[in-house]
């Protein structure tokens, strides 16, 4: 009798068991699921960022050589040259976190010119308010904000000239 209720123990037990992992199998392939759309989701993003910052790089590229077009010696283009040209690293560095902004464009305009981001950073301390705080806000949107704030500086510059 008491082998006979052992065994319907076990029994019972075991299926408990078997429907409890049926169970936890089902919610495993749900959340493996999930992260599979997930990851989809997350590729057609950075794809989708990407795409932006090539668009944004290439406006700015194109509109940054229509200025030089106009004007040959200003300060400003000379200064911005290398944060056009590398455009696409220091967005890039720019979404990977706050911070990484002024590092990356530090590297860059050095590499263009010794001294250059000094230079920089004092022309831009001589610039508005929205283009100081676009700057000093050290991150991507600030990035964005920070060089098409200049680029249009530069166009009114250039038709106040033309106009003149």
Known sequence: MLFSLAIIV??????YYYFRSEKLYAEL??????ASTIKKESKMMVDSLAVIAKQNEDF??????????YSKDN????LLTPLITHYATIFR?????KGE???IAKKCCESYQSGSF??????????????????SSNNIKGFISFMEAMIITLEKSNTSKTTA
Do not use: Y
């Open 10 to 15: 076990v029994f019972v037990v075991s299926v």
């Open 29 to 34: 392939k749900n959340v493996k699921k999930e």
């Open 118 to 135: 000094k230079r920089l950073s004092a022309h831009i301390a001589s610039q508005d308010t929205h283009i100081k705080r676009a700057w």
């Open 60 to 69: 700015m590229n194109f509109r940054f050589k229509a200025i030089q077009e």
């Open 93 to 97: 560095e720019s979404i990977r976190g």
């Open 101 to 103: 902004m002024h590092k």
């Open 75 to 78: 300060e400003s283009l000379v």
